[in-house]
Nanobody, 120 residues
Framework: QVQLVESGGGLVQAGGSLRLSCVTSGRVDRLFRINTMNWYRQAPGKQRELVAT???????NYADSVKGRFTISRDNAKITCYLQMNSLKPEDTAVYYCNAVDMITHQAYWGQGTQVTVSS
């Protein structure tokens, strides 16, 4: 019904930057029911954690660990979400997942994830 595809991950040195993208596709009526879009990450041996959230109105929220370094944004016309990551640290190493929530059914859609590796 709705598909999410992340891109932009890779290997970067500490202090560097990456920009992740999350492109949506699928049924148009379902796409325009997406309200909140989120970025999660999961490091090896750890639980998946919420990194950043953005609503269709542009309200944002961040995990304390990334505040001031990461910026979430979205293009409502394209229903695309981005995560600009600056001043990256080795502890940011994880698989990053895009998540979108249907405002009517509250169904959550997930992408396949993109690997981010930060070397020290």
């Amino acid at each position: 019904q709705v598909q999410l595809v992340e891109s932009g991950g890779g290997l970067v040195q500490a202090g560097g930057s990456l920009r992740l993208s999350c492109v949506t596709s699928g049924r148009v009526d379902r796409l325009f029911r997406i309200n909140t879009m989120n970025w999660y990450r999961q490091a090896p041996g750890k639980q998946r954690e919420l990194v950043a959230t953005i609503t269709s109105g542009g309200s944002t929220n961040y995990a304390d660990s990334v505040k001031g370094r990461f910026t979430i944004s979205r293009d409502n016309a394209k229903i695309t979400c981005y995560l600009q990551m600056n001043s990256l640290k080795p502890e940011d190493t994880a698989v990053y997942y895009c998540n979108a929530v249907d405002m009517i059914t509250h169904q959550a859609y997930w992408g396949q994830g993109t690997q981010v590796t930060v070397s020290s």
